[in-house]
């Protein structure tokens, strides 16, 4: 069974950095694409990027393109979320997720996602 655990939120100040972390048990991350998405409270959810099985092509969406990054250690199973120069609007719960497909080139050209993780919480406040 594939299970996916996000960690790393927080509170941090506008304009400071945190990474998040997206855990994978009984699945090689590697094998799989893997988006990651955001919730603020009362928004829909936002696909913001994602790196793709085996090669890692990153893709990120222009919300938080420059400012956010994604990288993949493959011998902790993990990926990471780097996020810096954090804004008044980028607090929301985080989430991971597979991506079991998706058009063309882009990953984040799906709509077909699936073994959520439970989140993690980022809040930016001063």
């Known amino acids: 069974q594939v299970q996916l655990v996000e960690s790393g939120g927080g509170l941090v100040q506008p304009g400071g950095s945190l990474r998040l972390s997206c855990a994978a048990s009984?699945?090689?991350?590697?094998?799989?694409?893997i988006g990651w998405f955001r919730q603020a409270p009362g928004k829909e959810r936002e696909y913001i990027l994602c790196?793709?099985?085996?090669?890692?092509?990153?893709y990120y969406a222009d919300s938080v393109k420059g400012q956010f990054t994604i990288s993949r250690d493959i011998a902790k199973n993990t990926l990471y979320l780097k996020m810096n120069s954090l804004k008044p609007e980028d607090p929301a719960i985080y989430y991971c997720?597979?991506?079991?497909?998706?058009?063309?080139?882009?990953?984040?050209?799906?709509?077909?996602?699936?073994?959520w993780g439970q989140g993690t919480q980022v809040t930016v406040a001063s």
């Open positions: 997720a597979r991506i079991r497909y998706y058009f063309g080139d882009s990953c984040l050209d799906s709509s077909d996602f699936g073994s």
């Open positions: 009984g699945v090689n991350l590697n094998e799989h694409t």
């Open positions: 790196i793709t099985k085996n090669d890692g092509r990153k």
